[in-house]
T-cell receptor, first 112, second 109 residues
Framework: DGGITQSPKYLFRKEGQNVTLSCEQNLNHDAMYWYRQDPGQGLRLIYYSQIVNDFQKGDIAEGYSVSREKKESFPLTVTSAQKNPTAFYLC???????????FGQGTRLTVV | GQSLEQPSEVTAVEGAIVQINCTYQTSGFYGLSWYQQHDGGAPTFLSYNALDGLEETGRFSSFLSRSDSYGYLLLQELQMKDSASYFCAVHRRDDKIIFGKGTRLHILP
């Protein structure tokens, strides 16, 4: 089945540790996105990538890093520089400019 | 800069019709989409408007006026399962997708 897979669904980390969230898609989509959602809030764009080996900062990129070495994969690293990393992280992808985005099921990160 | 405004909460009665408005300000506007999100879940796509006018998909319709930087989502024959948060999102020419803060829809029996 085609889709976007985020793993793991729940992730716990100690403060000060870097953590990498996985996002894989087999939809052959060009563009991929990472969003952060806090309770009762909207989705805020962290990073996005239009093609392999290229990505752009979103509105809240500080404390995060990404890579796009393969079309199917867009991992997000939450670094220790991110002041408040506990949140729901959502990955999305879309095939072209004039199309909708599809979301993975999200990863809930808790930093203690 | 960019901004999207939508009401934070809307309440309606089961079986009724409800409209959720969205106004936006952005450069490089390409289109407006709508997503539904149930508590604890991921957003799911509802509709996308690139051109002015009304798009209808079953009980859901979406409208866009590019000249007014305005759109709305119309939900008809409301069902209890429609209780969720609804987000409008601006698609830009640089492929950025910016979401509003969402509208929580409460449905009364």
């Amino acid at each position: 089945d085609g889709g976007i897979t985020q793993s793991p669904k729940y992730l716990f980390r100690k403060e000060g540790q870097n953590v990498t969230l996985s996002c894989e898609q087999n939809l052959n989509h060009d563009a991929m996105y990472w969003y952060r959602q806090d309770p009762g809030q909207g989705l805020r764009l962290i990073y996005y990538s239009q093609i392999v080996n290229d990505f752009q900062k979103g509105d809240i990129a500080e404390g995060y890093s990404v890579s796009r070495e393969k079309k199917e994969s867009f991992p997000l690293t939450v670094t220790s520089a991110q002041k408040n990393p506990t949140a729901f992280y959502l990955c999305a992808s879309k095939v072209g400019k004039n199309t909708e985005a599809f979301f993975g099921q999200g990863t809930r990160l808790t930093v203690v | 800069g960019q901004s999207l405004e939508q009401p934070s909460e809307v309440t309606a009665v089961e079986g009724a019709i409800v409209q959720i408005n969205c106004t936006y300000q952005t450069s490089g506007f390409y289109g407006l989409s709508w997503y539904q999100q149930h508590d604890g879940g991921a957003p799911t796509f509802l509709s996308y408007n690139a051109l002015d006018g009304l798009e209808e998909t079953g009980r859901f319709s979406s409208f866009l006026s590019r000249s007014d930087s305005y759109g709305y989502l119309l939900l008809q024959e409301l069902q209890m399962k429609d209780s969720a948060s609804y987000f409008c999102a601006v698609h830009r020419r640089d492929d950025k997708i910016i979401f509003g803060k969402g509208t929580r829809l409460h449905i009364l029996p």
